[in-house]
């Protein structure tokens, strides 16, 4: 398969972990940073993340051989803010200038460089959003200060709602929910592989679908969490 992961070049991280994982299994995968991590690997590239255009001609150079993409995968962090509690006084100061860093990372570029992997799908294809559960437990009662953050998330939802029931090449759209925990090497690894699992058995059931990932179960487990 080919596979582009948006926000895979942090090494120890899920999205590097599945690039390596994809490629140890023989798949082409294509991953776009916005860091340069001098991996040398010729379908690594990092791209500018501050303009949304810069992103797309990173995304284009390095798939530039690719005929057809069968999974695209964001794995972006666009960051938190507004996150903290005094964020919502007062006395607070709005900056305007994170909140547009923010949208335009999670939001923009999500939109823009789906439609552009849309240009080579077809049918077996699919489009990942790598979410939280944040974004649709609306009555949790830790992280309440965290909109931006899980405003963001929410936001990249609807758009996997909208491609999967939307797109014009019947590619498959779905959202994972995960909570990877890195200081916990042994329930890292065990979630790691629920993600892994579904990721490579994704038929069109699951499109539409936002699959909550409990990685504290014993073991791991995933069910559809929301969704049709």
Request: charge should be neutral; charged fraction near 20%.
């Amino acid at each position: 398969m080919n596979i582009v992961i948006i926000g895979g070049g942090a090494p120890k991280k899920f999205g590097n972990d599945l690039a390596l994982r994809m490629r140890d299994d023989g798949h082409n995968v294509y991953i776009v940073s916005h860091k340069n991590y001098n991996t040398g690997h010729p379908h690594d590239i990092m791209a500018n993340f501050d303009t949304t255009q810069g992103v797309v001609d990173a995304f284009n150079e390095v798939t530039k051989d690719v005929a057809i993409i069968d999974i695209i995968l964001f794995n972006s962090n666009a960051g938190s803010y507004p996150c903290d509690e005094d964020c919502f006084t007062s006395t607070s100061v709005v900056d305007l200038k994170k909140w547009e860093e923010n949208i335009r990372l999670a939001c923009h570029i999500p939109h823009v460089l789906g439609v552009e992997a849309l240009k080579r799908m077809n049918e077996n294809s699919k489009i990942i959003f790598m979410i939280s559960y944040m974004a649709v437990l609306f009555n949790r009662k830790e992280y309440t200060s965290y909109a931006g953050y899980a405003g963001n998330k929410a936001m990249q939802a609807h758009m996997m709602r909208a491609f999967a029931e939307h797109n014009d090449k019947g590619a498959i759209s779905t959202a994972i929910a995960p909570h990877f925990a890195y200081d916990k090497p042994e329930i890292y690894k065990q979630t790691f592989e629920v993600v892994y699992n579904y990721i490579n058995k994704l038929t069109i059931k699951d499109n539409s679908k936002i699959m909550y990932v409990d990685a504290f179960a014993k073991p791991p487990s995933i069910t559809n969490y929301a969704g049709l």
